[in-house]
């Protein structure tokens, strides 16, 4: 069975630096895609950045990108000027035949 | 475009009764899947319909189900609810690829809470 795991369940960073959140998952699979998600406080989930596991290259959305290791499993979340509303819960996720989500990290951008 | 909408928004039941909830998906999607989030567990998957189909369940109970009708939208139903089935009820559609999702698209959710 797949499994997410993210190993940060908080950080937080000041506003304008970058911060990385962890992420590593478990798959016999060879092609499959991997998620950032953010949920702010009390609003909707949505998507950050997205992986196709067949391409080698890291995905890059504006100052988020992402640090992409097939084998080792890794898939971490790089954050850049980091901003006050970037403050949200960060889900990590795993698709093959379903969807399968990390615990999350929170995290806290500081002004 | 319109999202992802859910209704209801909030929910109080108490315990053995039953609820539904309900889901209407993006326009064209036709893969809806069902989420139980809660701070103890996180987001677990329930399950997905795809073509009025399931496609895919989690590991949770008989007492939660679901149903996908021809027009896409989705319900799902908790019957005999119990005190720790309060949670956040997330609902995603997306277009369905061969080898997983290519991406969800979540609704704001439906918060039951069980007295």
């Known amino acids: 069975a797949q499994t997410v795991t993210q190993s940060q369940p908080e950080m937080s960073v000041q506003e304008a630096e970058t911060v990385t959140l962890s992420c590593t998952y478990d798959t016999s699979e060879n092609n499959y895609y991997l998620f950032w998600y953010k949920q702010p406080p009390s609003r909707q989930m949505i998507l950050v950045i997205r992986q196709e596991a067949y391409k080698q290259q890291n995905a890059t959305e504006n100052r988020f990108s992402v640090n992409f290791q097939k084998a080792a499993k890794s898939f971490s979340l790089k954050i850049s000027d980091s901003q006050l509303g970037d403050t949200a819960m960060y889900f990590c996720a795993f698709s093959y035949n379903d969807m399968r989500f990390g615990a999350g990290t929170r995290l806290t951008v500081k002004p | ?115």
């Open chain 2, 1 to 115: 475009k319109a999202g992802v909408t859910q209704t209801p928004r909030y929910l109080i039941k108490t315990r053995g009764q039953q609820v539904t909830l309900s889901c209407s998906p993006i326009s064209g999607h036709r893969s809806v899947s069902w989420y139980q989030q809660t701070p103890g567990q996180g987001l677990q998957f329930l399950f997905e319909y795809f073509s009025e189909t399931q496609r895919n369940k989690g590991n949770f109970p008989g007492r939660f189900s679901g149903r996908q009708f021809s027009n896409s939208r989705s319900e799902m139903n908790v019957s005999t609810l119990e005190l720790g089935d309060s949670a956040l009820y997330l609902c995603a559609s997306s277009f369905r690829l061969a080898g997983g999702f290519n991406e969800q698209f979540f609704g704001p959710g439906t918060r039951l809470t069980v007295l």
